[in-house]
């Protein structure tokens, strides 16, 4: 297909309430919608990475200026047959994964919509439900936590992700962890921690969670494995996998035991499916990661997640747990209980009186003479 032109959106899609975690508090969600056309064609993408260089050292910000000005016009005007051309076409610039996957995702998506085939068929997966867990950041108090959890437990969720940062983790997890000893736990710790602090992690390591996830500084791997070798509870890597590159020197040098996928911090589709592929054969199960999309970006997570090897939940959310009203239609919500079907009949896109709404800021990019 030829990418004939390319559509940028800079959007602020406001939340229900903060999301705080290891690395401050978000009160809207920054994000880059990409409109792709090829002919009669188009379809969209979404890039999430917030508004500060906190999860990442991208931003939406960020993100917004190389698809624009750098990224995008290096590639509108082009034929790609397939997304590896596309992939090896951006492979000059370094980094800048989520700018990336803004436009790699975007040829997946307007491959789906022109040869009618589901996403999750092009991708290899299977039309399989996609289960989620349940999540909850940083809360107000220990009570407000605990029914939150209730709640979770009541409506069947199989598992559950607690934000931690210091002062919010040791008493907390015994607390939780006493209340539900049946419920199965892991944490996220975003980077919030060194091994200086193992003796916290050596604390917890009695407490049966499935895992501890990104405990460590997000660029390093071997103090990861160190970790990993004090600890009988597992390690999850989340902000450390980037690409196929980084995923294999995790494994190569036991950092991790499980490693979660998110499409934008991996680069794009490409990426994801070779580290899925690669965990597969270093038997180590992978699960979906989310970032808080509109439903565009949340709908090509559950897409994804229908591979083999995605076997534990996900962390994918319906529109109505973040969102007065998703900035996309349809909004993504649970087919039933806590599990999400695959689409069959296209993929969402924004509408375009919400997206002009939460527009902070857009740009075309065309094809130069």
């Known amino acids: 297909?030829?990418?004939?032109?390319?559509?940028?959106?800079?959007?602020?899609?406001?939340?229900?309430?903060?999301?705080?975690?290891?690395?401050?508090?978000?009160?809207?969600?920054?994000?880059?919608?990409?409109?792709?056309?090829?002919?009669?064609?188009?379809?969209?993408?979404?890039?999430?990475?917030?508004?500060?260089?906190?999860?990442?050292?991208?931003?939406?910000?960020?993100?917004?200026?190389?698809?624009?000005?750098?990224?995008?016009?290096?590639i509108v005007g082009r034929e790609y047959d397939t997304a590896a051309q596309l992939h090896e076409r951006l492979a000059v610039f370094k980094g800048n994964s989520f700018a990336k996957a803004a436009l790699e995702i975007g040829w997946w998506a307007l491959e789906s919509q022109i040869s009618g085939t589901p996403l999750h068929r092009l991708l290899g997966g299977e039309a399989r439900e996609v289960v989620a867990g349940a999540d909850?950041?940083?809360?107000?108090?220990?009570?407000?936590?605990?029914?939150?959890?209730?709640?979770?437990?009541?409506?069947?969720?199989?598992?559950?992700?607690?934000?931690v940062a210091p002062g919010w983790d040791?008493?907390?997890?015994?607390?939780?962890c006493e209340t539900f000893s049946d419920m199965t736990f892991h944490i996220d710790c975003n980077s919030g921690y060194t091994l200086d602090d193992l003796p916290f992690f050596k604390a917890i390591d009695g407490l049966g969670l499935a895992f501890i996830e990104q405990p460590l500084h997000y660029m390093d791997v071997l103090d990861h494995a160190e970790l990993a070798r004090q600890l009988e509870t597992p390690i999850c890597l989340d902000e450390s996998i980037v690409d196929a590159r980084s995923a294999e020197q995790a494994i190569r040098v036991g950092a991790c035991k499980y490693i979660n996928i998110k499409p934008g911090r991996i680069g794009g589709l490409t990426n994801a499916l070779q580290v899925h592929d690669m965990a597969r054969d270093a038997g180590i199960p992978v699960w979906i990661g989310g970032m808080l999309e509109s439903a565009v970006g949340a709908a090509v997570c559950v897409e994804l997640a229908t591979l083999e090897n995605f076997t534990y939940p996900g962390d994918l959310f319906p529109s109505s747990r973040f969102y007065e009203q998703d900035l996309a239609a349809p909004p993504l919500e649970f087919a039933r209980g806590h599990v999400f079907q695959p689409l069959s009949d296209g993929l969402p896109a924004p509408d375009p009186e919400r997206l002009l709404a939460q527009t902070v800021r857009s740009q075309a990019v065309l094809p130069r003479d």
């Open 1 to 74: 297909m030829r990418i004939d032109r390319l559509d940028v959106y800079y959007v602020a899609m406001p939340l229900i309430y903060p999301w705080r975690t290891a690395y401050g508090v978000d009160y809207d969600i920054h994000s880059v919608l990409v409109k792709l056309t090829s002919g009669d064609h188009s379809a969209w993408s979404e890039s999430t990475c917030f508004f500060a260089p906190t999860y990442h050292h991208e931003s939406a910000g960020s993100v917004f200026y190389h698809v624009t000005e750098v990224f995008g016009p290096h």
């Open 136 to 163: 909850f950041g940083i809360q107000d108090s220990y009570d407000m936590l605990l029914g939150n959890i209730q709640q979770a437990v009541d409506a069947g969720f199989p598992r559950i992700k607690l934000k």
């Open 170 to 176: 040791r008493e907390m997890l015994e607390i939780v």
